[in-house]
């Protein structure tokens, strides 16, 4: 990768738009292109991580064990440009989920020893990723709520509507994928989504789902 290409991707990040052009190139020297083919592991869990990332293309799933040994999909859409496993530069503690490539998937790394006096320097650098990684609380915490209090169907919605918000309608993801984000069983996840299909508010075909009428999904994640 050109360094060029590495400081257009660096200013499109939402935590590093705000730096000088001089500042984005004395970060994108730091900066290492990664590669990973499907289904390689970027993170693993409990396993020592030196490094932070940034997302410059394809898709990773981020998920944990639970004490059955069962995957737990927390995150699977990922944008170009956002931050990857920030937390592994700011505690001296193995990663607490695991990170896998669904796609050919490149990244930008930075080794912590590195990155970290450069954020030390830039405090509005600092703020910014203090409110991605609070956001990112904040949605798991919904996720975790949703799963512990309201049935399968309304979690189903809420999920999709949220991923519409931030994706747009059209949702590259399977079947499977929308049932391990929820917590629910393929089975029950296809019937959900067939009675969806038959009342309008969707559209499917194999890894794909489209939202038609968004307000009607709204109003079922609601509980209305």
């Given at each position: 990768?050109?360094?060029s ?15 000088t ?29 030196e490094y ?41 503690r ?41 956001a ?89």
């Amino acid at each position: 990768m050109k360094p060029s290409e590495k400081v257009d991707i660096l200013r499109r990040s939402s935590i590093f738009s705000i730096l000088t052009e001089v500042e984005l190139v004395k970060l994108s020297r730091l900066a290492k292109e990664r590669s990973l083919k499907s289904g390689e592991f970027l993170i693993r869990e409990e396993e020592r991580c030196e490094y932070f990332y940034i997302l410059t293309e394809g898709r990773l799933r981020t998920f944990l064990y639970s004490s059955l040994g069962k995957e737990l999909t927390l995150i699977t859409y990922l944008r170009p440009g956002e931050i990857l496993g920030p937390m592994s530069i700011f505690r001296d503690r193995p990663p607490s989920g695991s990170m896998r490539a669904l796609s050919p998937t490149k990244v930008l790394e930075f080794k912590k020893n590195e990155i970290l006096p450069f954020l030390l320097g830039h405090p509005l650098v600092m703020l910014e990723m203090i409110k991605v990684l609070a956001a990112r609380v904040s949605e798991l915490n919904r996720r975790l709520r949703d799963v512990a209090g309201e049935r399968v169907e309304q979690r189903v919605f809420r999920l999709i509507l949220m991923l519409c918000h931030r994706f747009g309608p059209s949702l590259n993801m399977t079947r499977r994928e929308l049932a391990e984000m929820v917590g629910a069983t393929i089975e029950t996840t296809i019937r959900i989504l067939s009675s969806m299909r038959q009342e309008k508010i969707i559209a499917s075909s194999r890894g794909k789902i489209t939202i038609l009428d968004e307000a009607k999904l709204r109003c079922l994640g609601e509980g209305l």
